[in-house]
């Protein structure tokens, strides 16, 4: 077990190496030379011009000026974290892969979640995929497992990628709009390409706006294969389950977000690694018999079908943490290099013509994108066990080759480096019988777009499919092009008539006649209410004016605390505020920096001293937390402003107990629930 400890540990010995702790050394240029001086370049006399020779300011300046590489094509985006897998049990009848082989085998991982359409400063609230990308750090090389927030993709075969990202970018002849799918050439897309339409319905569900990176689930999307130590193979799909549960923002608020707070993603994941919350993902896998490949209504291997959790069972098999924050964004989150086909013996490949194409993909983006073939030796990028062959030179090499040998056979160096049999932990590809002509074209068992896509919307809860329907009314509603208004409206007729027809009537299309109605088949596991709820991190706005009952919050905020909340004090001004013994409470922040989409639930504590300030801006954030259908609860000196805003017999709003532990207790109650969706907000 200790042996398993310093391994898991040599990713962070390593990232040790190549830190720099750059405040305890004099400044040096970066050759090694002690700097004098800054602040001013070399001048021919004070007031002077500047000169050439000044290598230093060259250097800088340079360096500078080639700070920026180019951004990702998609998943721009992004935010990263270290961390640590544990399997639960050993896989070893299923795969041969070291890391899934014992219970409590630990490997080191490292996390990048991202948005798919925006820049890499766009906001994060964008209605978008997700991507949920983990290089783990095995003992036989890197495994990357590449997945989004959804199961599925909008096409089947990766020569339509292009098309599919042109068309959801902003337009080419004004560049508008940024980081959103509400527009004519991405709906265009999506009509005149209906692979498309199971994808569309969850990119203007729920899921396309999450609470938190925490708060989502993460899937291999492609399915992979296990391949054990006797050769043989079973289809697999990767799912990651979150500990937190799954949970989305509403619509209003997600746009309120961007604004308020672009990075709100990044900061939650960020400061809940810091307060030492760690977040946690259970992996799971669905796995099927080669034999049973052909017993499913849809194609294993095509990309825009799920495999039915109630029908193909998900086998958790282990825990992620991610514990440690990076240290430098660029230096990890930005030149990490993710690709599926960085994989280990054990996993390998099937036949789906996007996985396929994606292979492809992964390595030519980097060589552009971090400048060349040397990428694998940056810091981040590299294998936590040796790696040796006969690769050599190409910008930015690191390794320092020693010997004259760089070819393979050879006699000069004993033919070292040499390949490894299957034995000796070398790669087998799985031997899987190819036979076929030579064609472009797509199996007819792929050619079902719509049966999912409705099993998907039969399964939400009503409350999700008013969102689903408010989501594709936003999305068409920016749409300029009635045609394409009208042809995307036909074709979710197919989804569901109940989606399609309420949608036409917002947006001012022709009604669809005909289309699927009624109930039928449905998955539970896709609706967000079957998922964990629990109080743990969610953050509580406590609003508070001077002459509050100090002993009251001081009892009540240690019980939220240990309820799991993460209460902080909001008021007019920033500083100590007077409860009314004269106790003083630190205010973190105002009405104006702490507003209500930042937080879970809010508690007004009011004070004796409220004026008609704290009540008017109380008002305005109650108001606007009551919309988002969040958890609110008062104290007797708040009323006047719940019985103003008429909210009082709402369901999720609730007068607090003078018992601080009893009334922890209900509101971290009411936080698990996430929201009060039953709120009847047309009074
Ligand atoms: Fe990607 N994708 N993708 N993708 N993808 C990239 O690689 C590509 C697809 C995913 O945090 C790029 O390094 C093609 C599916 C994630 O660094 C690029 C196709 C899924 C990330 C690329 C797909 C993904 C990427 C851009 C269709 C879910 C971010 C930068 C065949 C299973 C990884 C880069 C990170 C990034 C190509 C479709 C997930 C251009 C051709 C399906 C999470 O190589």
């Not at 310093?6 to 390593?14: A, G, L």
């Not at 002077?48 to 000044?54: A, F, Q």
């Not at 607090?656 to 936080?671: L, P, Q, R, Y």
Request: charged share 25%; glycine share 6%; aromatic share 10%.
């Amino acid at each position: 077990m200790a042996d398993n400890r310093n391994k898991q540990n040599r990713k962070d010995e390593q990232l040790e190496d190549v830190r720099a702790y750059d405040t305890e050394n004099h400044m040096t240029t970066n050759q090694g030379l002690k700097v004098s001086e800054d602040e001013f370049s070399l001048k021919a006399g004070k007031r002077g011009p500047t000169l050439m020779e000044d290598f230093h300011f060259r250097e800088k300046m340079t360096h500078f000026d080639h700070e920026r590489i180019p951004e990702r094509v998609v998943h721009a985006r992004g935010y990263a974290a270290h961390g640590e897998f544990e399997a639960y049990e050993s896989m070893t009848p299923y795969t041969k892969a070291d890391f899934l082989s014992e219970a409590g085998k630990k490997t080191p991982v490292f996390v990048r979640f991202s948005t798919v359409a925006g820049s890499k400063g766009s906001g994060e609230l964008a209605r978008d995929v997700r991507g949920f990308a983990t290089k783990f750090y095995t003992e036989e090389g890197n495994y990357d497992l590449v997945g989004n927030n959804m199961p599925i993709f909008f096409i089947q075969d990766a020569v339509k990628f292009p098309d599919l990202v042109h068309a959801v970018k902003p337009e080419p002849h004004n560049e508008i709009p940024q980081a959103a799918s509400a527009h004519d050439t991405f709906w265009d897309f999506v009509a005149n390409n209906q692979e498309a339409a199971h994808h569309a319905t969850w990119l203007i569900s729920d899921r396309a706006i999450p609470r938190s990176f925490r708060m989502m689930e993460g899937f291999g999307v492609h399915t992979f294969r296990f391949v054990n130590n006797e050769g043989k193979a079973h289809f697999v799909k990767f799912h990651w389950k979150p500990k937190l549960g799954v949970h989305s923002v509403v619509w209003d608020e997600a746009q309120k977000l961007n604004g308020k707070n672009p990075d709100f993603h990044r900061q939650d994941l960020y400061e809940a690694i810091e307060a030492g919350h760690y977040p946690e993902w259970e992996l799971g896998v669905q796995i099927i018999e080669e034999k049973d490949e052909f017993s499913f209504d849809f194609d294993i291997l095509d990309p825009t079908k799920i495999w039915p959790e109630e029908d193909v069972p998900v086998k958790i098999i282990g825990k992620m943490t991610l514990n440690r924050n990076v240290d430098n964004v660029f230096a990890e989150t930005e030149q990490v290099a993710f690709h599926p086909g960085h994989v280990v013996p054990g996993i390998d490949f099937t036949n789906d013509p996007l996985l396929q194409g994606r292979l492809f993909s992964y390595t030519d983006t980097q060589l552009i994108r971090l400048g060349g073939p040397n990428f694998h030796e940056l810091p981040i990028n590299r294998p936590v066990c040796p790696f040796h062959n006969n690769q050599r030179d190409g910008y930015g090499r690191q390794t320092i080759n020693v010997g004259q040998v760089a070819y393979h056979k050879n006699s000069l160096a004993n033919n070292q480096p040499s390949p490894a049999s299957p034995e000796e932990g070398g790669y087998e590809h799985y031997q899987e019988r190819v036979d076929g002509y030579k064609v472009k074209a797509r199996h007819d068992s792929f050619k079902d777009h719509f049966s999912q896509a409705t099993l998907f919307w039969r399964s939400l809860s009503s409350a999700e499919k008013q969102h689903t329907i408010d989501g594709l009314t936003f999305e068409l509603g920016m749409v300029q092009s009635k045609s394409v208004r009208q042809q995307v409206i036909d074709m979710f007729a197919n989804v569901h008539l109940d989606l399609a027809r309420p949608v036409a009537k917002n947006i001012g299309v022709d009604m669809p006649e005909d289309g699927v109605t009624g109930d039928g088949k449905t998955s539970p596991a896709l609706s967000q209410t079957t998922s964990n709820h629990v109080p743990d991190t969610r953050k509580v706005a406590v609003l508070v004016a001077e002459g509050f009952n100090a002993e009251w919050l001081k009892n009540t905020l240690t019980d939220m605390e240990k309820a799991g909340l993460v209460p902080e004090l909001i008021g007019e001004q920033l500083g100590a505020l007077q409860g009314d013994d004269g106790t003083e409470f630190e205010v973190t922040k105002t009405f104006q920096t702490g507003p209500s989409v930042l937080f879970d639930a809010v508690l007004i504590a009011s004070g004796n001293q409220a004026d008609e300030a704290f009540a008017r801006d109380a008002s305005d954030y109650i108001q606007e937390a009551f919309e988002h259908f969040k958890p609110i609860c008062f104290k007797p000196l708040a009323t006047p402003i719940i019985k103003t805003l008429d909210i009082e017999d709402s369901p999720g709003v609730l007068q607090a107990d003078e018992d601080s532990t009893s009334f922890a207790g209900k509101f971290a109650k009411m936080v698990a629930k996430h929201r009060f969706w039953e709120r009847d907000m047309t009074s």
